[in-house]
């Protein structure tokens, strides 16, 4: 068994797609339209034949409320690792990324931060090692 595809909410597609492409840098791999539905996904520049990660409009009533009961609660929709999570945030910062948890070692080898990605979510970066 392998996972190819996994999501997150967003409430607006096209500003999602840019904040993951032109501020986290990864890649658009697919943006299907049939008829009100938009398949959108992007994929990681370092693994572009790996998972990919479905931007999916939230116009689905339940979607909409669990987007945004988790942001709510400070919950990460989902997470990313990164070879230096201090590296990272610095980068992020200076490109106007609001941060909701600055980099902070929450485990002996793990240090996470938590960003707003500007489209309904709080994604967590990590590394690991």
């Known amino acids: 068994m392998k996972i190819i595809y996994t999501k997150v909410f967003v409430n607006d597609q096209d500003k999602a ?3 993951y492409t032109q501020i986290l840098g990864f890649l658009k791999k697919s943006d299907i339209t049939a008829g009100d539905y938009r398949w959108l996904t992007v994929v990681s520049r370092e693994d572009q034949n790996g998972t990919e990660l479905i931007l999916e409009l939230n116009n689905n009533p339940a979607a909409k409320t669990y987007q945004e009961a988790i942001f709510e609660q400070s919950i990460p929709a ?4 990164v070879s230096d ?15 909701t948890m600055q980099p902070s070692e929450v485990m002996e080898n793990v240090t996470i931060a ?10 967590q970066i990590q590394t690991v090692g």
Request: aromatic share 16%; with cysteine; proline share 0%.
């Open 17 to 19: 797609l840019k904040f």
């Open 85 to 99: 999570v201090h590296i990272d945030y610095e980068r992020l910062k200076k490109l106007g990324v609001k941060f």
């Open 78 to 81: 989902t997470n990313f690792v």
């Open 114 to 123: 938590v960003f707003d990605d500007t489209c309904g979510n709080l994604i």
